[in-house]
């Protein structure tokens, strides 16, 4: 099983800059592919950047630019550097696992959210 802990969402003004973390411990082959999804209220859940197994990135292109994507594989952790905070971005913000060979995530996060004022 594995376990993934997300922190450092919170209240930020448009314009403004967070760092979310996502901790994974339990049974992780490395390197799994990970990535970050958000919610927004009445809206689907959607992938806002990941990382494949072999260490591709890849973003949504409403966050291009402006969002960035580390992990630290000592210590299974996943980042996301969020830039020039738009309103939009608000949303509740999801890390995900992948097994190998999944092309869904297997695991996530309890949510971190993220609110981004006009």
């Known amino acids: 099983q594995v376990q993934l802990v997300e922190s450092g969402g919170g209240l930020v003004q448009a314009g403004g800059s967070l760092r979310l973390s996502c901790a994974a411990s339990?049974?992780?082959?490395?390197?799994?592919?990970m990535a970050w999804y958000r919610q927004a209220p009445g809206k689907q859940r959607e992938l806002v950047a990941g990382f494949t197994s072999r260490g591709t990135t890849n973003y949504a292109d409403s966050v291009k630019g402006r969002f960035t994507i580390s992990r630290d594989k000592a210590r299974n952790t996943l980042y996301l550097a969020m830039n020039s905070l738009k309103p939009e971005d608000t949303a509740v913000y999801y890390c995900a696992l992948f097994e190998p060979y999944s092309n869904s995530p297997n695991y996530w996060g309890q949510g971190t959210q993220v609110t981004v004022s006009s």
């Open positions: 339990g049974r992780i082959v490395v390197p799994n592919a």
